[in-house]
C-alpha cells in the first residue's frame, strides 16, 4: 500500500498534463505551438516514467524474501549438493541464489538466510573458493544478528582434521552473533543418511515435504503391531501412538535416531485411480497386484496417467520418506512413534501421517530405515540431564529417559509442553512413575489452554532461570526436541539471555547442547 506522499508523486506526471492542458484552451496558441507544447509534455513524462523503471530495476531485491545456497568446493562435491539443494528449494516454490562462497562479502551478504555447503581441504583447509571468504570473516569486525544460517560440511574420516572448515565457519558465525536455523550437519564421505537429514530441512525451510532422495537407501520391513491414540477428546489433532516389530532381524538404534517411513496411498484411492485409467486394480504384477505396487510410487495428475502404460506406470519415483523420532529404546523389543495427524489445506491428511495413523492396517507391513542422528545421541549417565520440548518432541525425549532409567544413578529433568492436562499430557502413567521412582528429579509441565493466558514451556524454562544455571554449572547437558517454528526459536532465545551466548557455544561445543527441531 502506497503512502500518501509516494501516492502524490505518482500522480504528480498527470496533474502536470491537466495544469498544462487548461493553459493551453485558455491561451489558445496556434497549431503549430500547440503541438510542440504536446509532443515536449509527452517526451518528459516518458523520461520520467523510464527513470522510474531503472530506478525499480536497480533497486537491491529484498534480502529477506529469498534464500541463497552458497558453496566452497575443491573437488565439486560440496558444489554438486548445494546445486541440488537449490533445485529442490526451486521446486518447492522458494526464491533461491546460488553463489561460490568466494563472491560474498562478509560485509555485505546479500541475504539474511544463508546456507553453507562446503567441503574441508588437505589439512582442515578452505577450499579455493572460500579461503578469501574465511580470511574476511576472521579479520571482519561483524555484528551478523540479522543472519540465519545452516552449514553442511563435508569430510572423510580417514583426515585428522574432519569437516574442520565447516566446523570453523559455523563457529564463526555464531561468535558474529548469526543464529543457526539447524544445528550443524556434517557428511563424512557424503554419507546417505546425513544427506537425507539435509533434505528434510530443506523441506522444513520450504514447507513442502515432496522431494526424491538424493542417495536413497534400501528399507527394511517392519510390522504394525498397535496404534493407540494418545489425546481422545483434544482440540489438537489426534496424536497416534505406534507400535513396530522387524519382520526379519533385530534392528538396533540408541536414543536419539530416526527413522524414516516409506509412506503410501490409501489403497482404496489407488484403486480408484486405476479403474478411471481402465485398469484392473488386481492386475497381478510380479507377485503382486497392480494396485498395491502403485501405491508406494509418486502418481501425478490425471490427465498424465492417460498418457502412461503400464512400464511407464511402475518406473513412477518412489513417495518420498517422512522422518520422526523414535520414543523407545532397542532393548524395549520394539520400535515406537508419536504421529500427529496432518492436514493439508484442503482438508486431505498428510501423506506420512495419513498412512502411519489412518490407512495401514494393524499387522500390515510399514517400509522403513534407521537413521543415525549422533548429533542426538545421549551423554553418560553421570552428566545431568535437562530434556525441553513439545507435543510430538515427546518422542525422542521418552526415548533418552527410558534409555538412562536402564541404568542406576543418573538425574533427569524434563519440561513438557502441550495444550490441555485433561486430553494431551501424553504417558502421563510413565513420567509419574519415573517422577515417583527417582529417574525424574523435577517435572515441570506447561498446558497452554488450562488458563486464560497461554503459558508454553518456554515460559516454565524462564522461571526457572535459577535452578537451570545451578543445573548447568554442576555439568548438565541440555537437550531440546519439538517444533522449531514458536518453541524451539523461543527457547533458544531464552537460553540465550539466562546462559550468554558465550556459555551457550562453549556447551554446545562441549555436546552439552543439541537440538532435534522439526
Known amino acids: ?112 538466510r544463508i546456507l553453507f555447503v562446503v567441503s ?26 540479522d543472519l540465519e544460517y545452516s552449514v553442511l560440511a563435508f569430510g572423510d574420516r580417514q583426515y585428522r582434521h574432519f569437516c574442520a572448515f565447516g566446523q570453523r565457519l559455523d563457529e564463526r558465525l555464531r561468535q558474529c552473533g548469526a543464529t543457526p536455523l539447524f544445528d550443524r550437519l556434517e557428511a563424512n564421505r557424503a554419507d546417505p543418511g546425513v544427506l537425507r537429514h539435509w533434505q528434510q530441512q530443506l523441506a522444513h525451510l520450504s514447507g513442502n ?15 504394525l503391531i498397535e496404534r493407540r491414540c494418545l489425546n481422545p477428546g483434544s482440540a489438537g489433532a489426534p496424536v497416534q501412538h505406534l507400535t513396530l516389530v522387524p519382520v526379519d532381524d533385530q534392528q538396533h538404534w540408541c536414543a536419539g535416531d530416526l527413522v524414516e517411513v516409506g ?7 489407488i484403486e480408484r485411480v486405476l479403474q478411471q485409467l481402465n485398469l484392473d486394480p488386481q492386475q497381478p504384477v510380479d507377485g503382486q497386484p497392480l494396485a498395491s505396487q502403485l501405491a508406494g510410487l509418486r502418481l501425478p495428475g490425471l490427465d498424465v496417467l492417460r498418457g502412461l502404460d503400464l512400464p511407464a506406470l511402475l518406473a513412477l519415483p518412489p513417495l518420498p520418506h517422512r522422518e520422526y523420532s523414535i520414543a523407545s529404546v532397542a532393548d524395549n523389543g520394539s520400535l515406537q512413534l508419536v504421529v500427529r495427524e496432518a492436514r493439508h489445506p484442503d482438508g486431505t491428511l498428510g501423506l506420512g501421517s495419513g498412512w502411519l ?34 507435543g510430538t518432541g515427546i518422542a525422542g525425549l ?26 494431551d499430557f501424553f504417558f502421563h502413567d510413565e513420567l509419574q512413575h519415573w517422577l515417583d521412582s527417582g529417574v525424574l528429579q523435577r517435572l515441570d509441565l506447561a498446558f497452554s489452554r488450562d488458563q486464560p493466558e497461554k503459558r508454553y514451556v518456554q515460559h516454565v524454562l524462564r522461571d526457572a532461570a535459577d535452578d537451570l544455571r545451578r543445573w548447568v554449572d554442576q555439568g548438565a547437558a541440555i537437550y531440546v526436541c519439538g517444533s522449531l517454528e514458536g518453541m524451539g526459536q523461543e527457547v533458544q532465545q531464552i537460553l540465550l539471555g539466562l546462559l550468554g551466548q558465550a556459555r551457550l557455544e562453549e556447551l554446545s561445543e562441549q555436546g552439552r547442547y543439541r537440538r532435534d527441531l522439526y
Open 398 to 423: 521418552r526415548a533418552h529417559l527410558r534409555e538412562r532409567a536402564a541404568a542406576q544413578g543418573s538425574r533427569n529433568w524434563l519440561l513438557f509442553g502441550e495444550r490441555n492436562a485433561a486430553h
Open 120 to 145: 574441508t581441504y588437505g589439512e582442515g583447509e578452505a577450499p579455493d573458493n572460500g579461503a578469501r571468504f574465511e580470511r574476511r570473516l576472521d579479520t571482519a569486525n561483524l555484528q551478523l544478528q
Open 263 to 269: 509412506p503410501r496411498h490409501e489403497l482404496a484411492r
Open 357 to 390: 495413523c489412518r490407512h495401514a492396517v494393524m499387522g500390515e507391513r510399514i517400509a522403513l530405515r534407521i537413521r543415525s542422528n549422533p548429533g542426538f545421541h545421549g551423554p553418560s549417565v553421570d552428566t545431568p540431564l535437562i530434556l525441553i520440548g513439545n
Open 1 to 112: 500500500m502506497p503512502t500518501p506522499l509516494q501516492f502524490a508523486r505518482r500522480l504528480s506526471p498527470l496533474l502536470g498534463c491537466l495544469v498544462i492542458a487548461a493553459l493551453l484552451l485558455w491561451w489558445q496558441p496556434p497549431r503549430a505551438v500547440s503541438a510542440a507544447v504536446v509532443i515536449l509534455v509527452y517526451l518528459v513524462i516518458s523520461l520520467y516514467c523510464w527513470r522510474g523503471q531503472l530506478r525499480r530495476k536497480a533497486a537491491p531485491t529484498d534480502a529477506t524474501s529469498a534464500l541463497l545456497v552458497t558453496y566452497a568446493s575443491q573437488g565439486g562435491q560440496a558444489r554438486f549438493y548445494a546445486e541440488r539443494s537449490a533445485e529442490q528449494l526451486r521446486d518447492a516454490g522458494v526464491s533461491v541464489q546460488l553463489m561460490p562462497l568466494n563472491a560474498l562479502e562478509p560485509s555485505r551478504l546479500p541475504a539474511r
Open 209 to 223: 515435504g515432496d522431494f526424491s532422495d538424493w542417495l536413497p537407501a534400501p528399507y527394511r520391513q517392519w510390522q
